[in-house]
């Protein structure tokens, strides 16, 4: 298993600004992914980031918006550009499980945006 | 396109009752189907899976059947605990498309003592 973790764990902010969320793993690993759980929606995938090259995005997510670092084997950011009140959601990272077991995911407690 | 429908919430029951939450999907291949839980406070954690028809993937005293007829991976528990409250969420996972995971809206499970 992984130990996730995510800074903030919530935070307010006022429109137009831009939140730079973190999530640190306890392990080296290959493929960490960005969620948005929106209120009442399900988990949707931001973005795919690897260490060492250009995270790939989603229809619907461009970088501009979501731009995101990979530095390493274990940190990755999140930033969430030029926010309004629609960017209010759930961000959470996730890891994938190795040792075969296919295509599970740990995820990281999350962090609660609310834009005003 | 792929996708996965859960039986909206929130779902109250008594403790140690009997718990049903319905989950269908739409794939074009042979996903593999998860069940997800988030405990309060907490992130995500794989609660049990199934990768091919007919398998039941159980954990904690949860389980489901793949059911490839039906197109349906429903999560049922002999006799709930109070416990047991958060949200479940249903998701597929299909190498025919990139292996990413889909996931349901979710379902709230509130227990009461």
């Known amino acids: 298993s992984a130990v996730i973790s995510q800074k903030p764990s919530r935070d307010i902010c006022q429109r137009g600004t831009s939140l730079t969320i973190q999530c640190q793993v306890d392990?080296?690993?290959?493929?960490m992914f960005w969620y948005r759980q929106q209120p009442g929606q399900s988990l949707t995938l931001i973005a795919t980031?690897?260490?060492?090259?250009?995270?790939?995005?989603e229809s619907g997510f461009v970088i501009d918006k979501f731009p995101i670092s990979r530095p390493n084997l274990t940190f990755s950011t999140l930033t969430v550009s030029n926010m309004s009140p629609e960017d209010s959601s759930i961000y959470l990272c996730?890891?994938?499980?190795?040792?075969?077991?296919?295509?599970?995911?740990?995820f990281g407690p999350g962090t609660r945006l609310t834009v005003l | 396109g792929n996708s996965v429908t859960q039986m909206e919430g929130p779902v109250t029951l008594s403790e140690e009752a009997f718990l049903t939450i319905n989950c269908t999907y739409t794939?074009?291949?042979?996903?593999?189907l998860f069940w997800y839980v988030q405990y309060p406070g907490e992130g995500l954690q794989l609660l049990l899976k199934?990768?091919?028809?007919?398998d039941k993937g159980s954990n904690k005293g949860f389980e489901a059947t793949y059911r490839k007829e039906t197109t349906s991976f429903h999560l049922e528990k002999g006799s709930v605990q109070v416990s047991d409250s958060a949200v479940y969420f249903c998701a597929l996972s299909d190498e025919k498309r990139d292996d990413k995971i889909i996931f349901g809206k979710g379902t709230r499970l509130h227990i009461l003592p």
């Open positions: 996730s890891v994938e499980a190795t040792g075969g077991i296919y295509n599970e995911q740990f």
């Open positions: 199934a990768t091919k028809a007919d």
């Open positions: 980031a690897n260490q060492g090259s250009e995270a790939t995005y």
């Open positions: 794939a074009t291949g042979y996903p593999s």
């Open positions: 392990s080296q690993v290959t493929m």
